[in-house]
């Protein structure tokens, strides 16, 4: 987490803030006023440096983030600039207008940044626009009030700490969301968005220990695409990589249940984890994939069957009856898959029992 860029940028700009706290109470207590305004305005820049690096990093941009960076930069030098002038000179009048100009044109940029990362697809921005919402809300009640606009008689000033604990609420929020989507990603296949040969591997661990501590039975399927290589090699990479995109939806709508996955196991080959599944109900998911890959109906001229197919072989167990691992239950859906290619391929070929108990003395 130290390493990422958005949370590096996160974390100092939350503690610039805290300093700008304790400066401003502490400076102005122990009567060093010069001092306060250097510690309030080198706090200021830090945030304001560290909010932009924040926004920057966080949102992914595509077409536009060149732009928006030719523009933003500018701005936030002017405004780091005015901080210091403003605060340690008697440059009040403009100054301080310059101040919250360049303040709302930096703020304006980095929301349009988010508008940009939204329209562009990127889901955790939403958080980052409504954390601006509130930030933008904040820190125009407290302006406005100071200018005697907006309830001259009362002190609203803490309204621009309300507004930025609550951007940096959601900030929070938005950042959980981001490493949340980038763990999904990070857990799929590039090539056909389904489940990748890792996430396979953990869910068949977890569902291992599972079934061997409740005596409860567990499926597994290899799949794999009939004749693929010799149409990938007739009909090109691109219309092969098409074939597995296709085959890949169909072998996850084989897939019924919350905990049955469903993966990319490496080139053309898929396999399915069942929990709960016993050798007959795991049969079953692998002929539904099988008729599922055959109604896709996609023309393959040069294969017996004039269309794509796929070759399916199921193994199933108790763990804590058979006494075999997760390793030796893929072997046997892989010798069974291998029966199914001997056989005439477009089948599904169930292990049989005897095979699993030999696995299981072997083991032994």
């Known amino acids: ?80 600039a005015l901080i210091f002038a403003e605060k340690l000179t008697r440059w009040r009048g403009p100054g301080y207008v310059l101040d919250e100009v360049f303040q709302a044109a930096l703020l304006v940029l980095l929301f349009v940044r988010g508008v940009a990362a939204r329209r562009e697809g990127f889901a955790p921005s939403r958080f980052y626009l409504i954390a601006f919402a509130f930030a933008a809300a904040g820190i125009v009640i407290n302006d406005l009030n100071l200018h005697g606009i907006l309830f001259p008689h009362s002190n609203l000033t803490r309204a621009f700490d309300a507004g930025i604990a609550l951007e940096a609420l959601l900030f929070a929020l938005a950042l959980a969301d981001r490493n949340r989507a980038l763990s999904a990603l990070v857990a799929l296949d590039g090539l056909t968005g389904i489940a990748n040969r890792r996430s396979f591997d953990g869910a068949l661990a977890r569902a291992w220990d599972r079934a061997r501590r409740s005596h409860a039975a567990l499926g597994v399927l290899m799949i794999d695409v009939d004749h693929f290589k010799r149409y990938n090699d007739a009909h090109g990479h691109q219309a092969g990589d098409e074939i597995l995109r296709k085959v890949a939806g169909a072998v996850h709508a084989a897939v019924l249940r919350p905990d049955d ?65 997760p390793g030796e239950l893929l072997t046997l859906a892989d010798q069974a898959l291998y029966s199914a290619k001997r056989d005439g391929r477009d089948k599904v070929v169930l292990a049989p029992l005897e095979r699993v108990a030999a696995a299981a003395v072997r083991s032994a």
Request: with cysteine; charged share 15%.
């Open 261 to 325: 996955v469903a993966a990319r196991y490496g080139g053309e080959e898929f396999a399915i984890v069942l929990p709960l599944a016993e050798g007959e109900a795991s049969r079953v998911v692998g002929e539904r994939v099988r008729y599922g890959v055959r109604a896709l109906a996609i023309p393959y001229p040069e294969s017996p069957t004039e269309i794509i197919t796929v070759s399916v072989g199921v193994a199933s167990t108790r763990p804590a009856e058979s006494g075999i691992g």
């Open 1 to 80: 987490m130290l390493r990422d860029a958005p949370f590096g940028w996160y974390a100092t700009s939350m503690f610039s803030l805290v300093g700008l706290t304790l400066v401003e109470a502490r400076g102005l207590a122990m009567g060093l006023p010069r001092v306060t305004m250097l510690g309030e305005a080198v706090c200021l820049a830090l945030y304001y440096i560290a909010l932009t690096g924040f926004c920057r990093s966080f949102l992914s941009l595509g077409r536009w983030r060149k732009l928006l960076d030719n523009l933003t930069v500018p701005v936030l030098a002017a405004n780091v």
